[in-house]
């Protein structure tokens, strides 16, 4: 779960945004509070508030005096937005590159794709397919 | 807010420096890792931290005071070794009681907590334990005292796998309910990585690093790849560890990957493993010691 | 203050050192003497016994004076103890265990001489030169023996842990030199007489007076060997 790559305070928050973004965190549910997620992760409780704070700073938690940390309104929305913009260098990048070094073409990668997400031959009108659908069929 | 102060502290034993100039700070409320290897100074600082050792110069403050026979200062602080000794004939319940004695701020519900969570037996006299439960009396004793400042001193050996993540949980547990000053002293440092805020390295008895976990962690990279263009990248940094397969070349570098870096990095085919913190920890240690090896005037 | 009674109570937390077997030697001394007297008593002897039983926890409380400092002290540097708290507590339970043993004392001599030696005229605690000013100062000078006793063992040990075996073992023969210096200079001069007179003449006071010098002595080293000792 932690690996050694990027900072723990950073992988911490990542993670409660991956809750937020699977939905299992809702927007205004209660967020995991610093000592609940020192003691999971079982890491400092400094280093857990560090990757809260991250995220309060960035919009996506807000802390409500003398109740606690909740997940901030429309932070699902904003999490989504700012993945689907990396989407293209974090994951449709790194595809490019190892097809072509395995000799795929674009077209091949294409052809790979639909029929993984079980996706008939084009139909041109790609604004008719509900946008999370090819996102369901990746596996992750 | 600082809570122990050391200067240009000095320990020497007739011709060897146990101690070497050694000046670090730790702050209050903060988990402290203290790394090195055998013999590397950690004990005697902390020993002389608790006045149970004397150095030969330069000084040691703790809350803004001198320690020796400070009984202001001593009360706040709690030292468990990693050999302990305890009067002989006594069963763990006195040892406990004699620390609940001195103590300001024990615990006896946690004392007991702890005693269940370790099963140790309280019928058994300290002389006839495991080492495992020997080291169980001492972490119990440490973290039971809740003294403002606690070191533990590779007081683990002995327990095993599941007694140690036991010891780190009710560690974390306890300090998320009652900061205080924690520095705990390893060779486990992979184990204790998550746990600690800020690591200080001591080797030969000189400070080699005095950072932020997360900073360290980011401090040094692996560079993998072509030996040429490996060694290419390199150029100009500083190179702790280097390892050779055939042509694959394997080094670790000090310093912060820029992104141009990365970019440089990528274009060359060469991969960037991240290092653990114990890597990073032993690969400074053992440059520290071919410098000096090489006679580097350090 | 209370941490130095603490100490007092971590020093008592082993209350078989420091108070069980000193009782049960006592106590099996003067039962020993008692059957021995029973069987001199029945054979016909009439003259006052005397034992010399009384002094055999004293042996032993050199042990307790070691032990107090190698077992304990330690321990109580781990839970912060200045050394300043550790000897002065130390000292403290040393005189209170050392009042217990010398009320005993007192408290036997009496009863001793009131039913006449036990009935048999066994004494084991009323030692008639000890009792010569009375059950107070025979009481004070028992006090002040243990005391001493405690202090040599408590001063050995701290030599020991400050300076090593081989510093205590040369102190040890240098105080043998000197003693037997001075044995060698009274017998030269002849002046057994006169040194005997002297001691005599001072009479237990006197002696518990010396004692008490011994044991600050003995005692103040300690300290001072303290002050820089190292677990």
């Known amino acids: ?140 | 807010m600082t809570v122990i102060e050391v200067q240009h502290l000095t320990k020497r034993y007739k011709d060897t420096l146990a101690l070497d100039d050694v000046s670090v700070s730790f702050e209050k409320d903060t988990i402290y890792g203290l790394l090195g290897r055998n013999g590397a100074g950690k004990t005697t600082l902390m020993s002389i931290l608790t006045a149970q050792n004397f150095g030969t110069s330069g000084s040691a403050r703790v809350f803004g005071e001198d320690p020796y026979e400070n009984a202001r200062v001593l009360s706040r602080i709690c030292f468990v070794r990693e050999s302990q000794r305890y009067p002989e004939d006594a069963l763990p319940t006195h040892a406990f009681r004699m620390a609940s004695l001195f103590f300001p701020n024990w615990d006896q519900a946690f004392a007991e907590e702890l005693i269940a969570d370790f099963e140790l037996p309280l019928k058994t006299r300290i002389k006839k334990l495991s080492r495992g439960q020997l080291s169980a009396v001492g972490v119990i004793i440490g973290l039971a005292s809740r003294a403002e400042i606690t070191f533990f001193d590779e007081p683990y050996l002995g327990l095993d796998a599941v007694a140690r993540q036991l010891f780190y949980d009710r560690l974390l547990a306890d300090y998320a309910e009652h900061p205080r000053t924690i520095i705990l002293s390893s060779h486990l440092i992979d184990e204790v990585a998550n746990l600690i805020e800020r690591v200080v390295v001591i080797d030969g008895g000189r400070i080699l690093l005095d950072d932020e976990t997360d900073a360290v962690r980011s401090r040094a990279a692996t560079i993998v790849g072509d030996q040429a263009a490996v060694d290419l990248f390199v150029t100009g940094r500083e190179v702790i560890h280097r390892e050779n397969l055939g042509r694959v070349a394997s080094v670790t570098v000090l310093g912060d990957l820029t992104a141009d870096d990365r970019a440089a990095l990528q274009a060359s085919d060469l991969d960037v493993a991240p290092v653990s913190l114990q890597q990073l920890v032993v690969r400074l240690t053992q440059h520290a010691a071919r410098g000096a090896a090489k006679g580097d005037p350090r | ?231």
């Open chain 3, 1 to 231: 203050m209370s941490r130095t009674l603490n100490v007092v109570r971590m020093q008592l937390a082993n209350r078989e050192t420091f108070v069980w077997v000193p009782l049960l030697i006592l106590g099996s001394a003067f039962a020993i003497s008692m059957i021995i007297w029973g069987i001199l008593s029945s054979a016909g002897v009439t003259v006052n016994m005397y034992g010399g039983g009384a002094q055999a926890p004293l042996w032993y409380f050199v042990a307790v004076g070691v032990q107090a400092l190698t077992l304990t002290f330690p321990f109580s540097q781990a839970l912060s103890v200045t050394r300043r708290e550790f000897f002065v507590g130390t000292m403290l339970t040393a005189a209170l265990t050392s009042a217990i043993l010398a009320a005993i004392f007192v408290v036997g001599g009496l009863i001793e001489l009131a039913t006449g030696g036990w009935g048999i005229g066994g004494y084991f605690f009323a030692l008639d030169w000890l009792w010569t000013s009375g059950p107070l100062m025979a009481g004070l000078f028992f006090f002040m023996l243990t005391m001493t006793v405690f202090s040599l063992g408590f001063w050995a040990a701290t030599i020991y842990k400050r300076w090593g075996a081989l510093r205590l073992t040369a102190i040890l023969v240098a105080i043998s030199l000197v003693l037997l210096g001075a044995v060698w200079v009274i017998t030269a001069t002849r002046s057994w007489g006169s040194v005997m007179e002297v001691i005599v003449g001072s009479g237990v006071s006197g002696l518990t007076g010396v004692l008490t010098v011994l044991t600050v002595l003995l005692a103040g080293g300690a300290a001072l060997a303290l002050q820089r000792a190292t677990v």
């Open chain 1, 1 to 140: 779960m932690i690996d050694e790559g990027r900072p723990l305070f950073v992988q911490i928050a990542e993670s409660v945004e991956d809750s937020i973004v699977d939905g299992s965190l809702g927007d205004d549910d209660r967020a995991p509070s610093t000592n609940e997620l020192a003691a999971f992760y079982r890491i400092n409780p400094a280093t857990a508030a560090k990757g809260v704070n991250m995220l309060v700073d960035k919009g996506i938690l807000v802390k409500r005096r003398g109740i606690g940390m909740f997940v901030a309104p429309g932070a699902r929305a904003a999490l989504l937005a700012e993945r689907r913009e990396v989407f293209g260098a974090r994951f449709v990048q790194p595809l490019l590159d190892e097809a072509r070094a395995l000799g795929l073409s674009p077209e091949d990668l294409v052809t790979l794709v639909r029929e993984r997400a079980d996706v008939p031959a084009p139909a041109p009108s790609p604004a008719s397919a509900p946008a999370t659908t090819p996102m369901e069929g990746l596996e992750r």
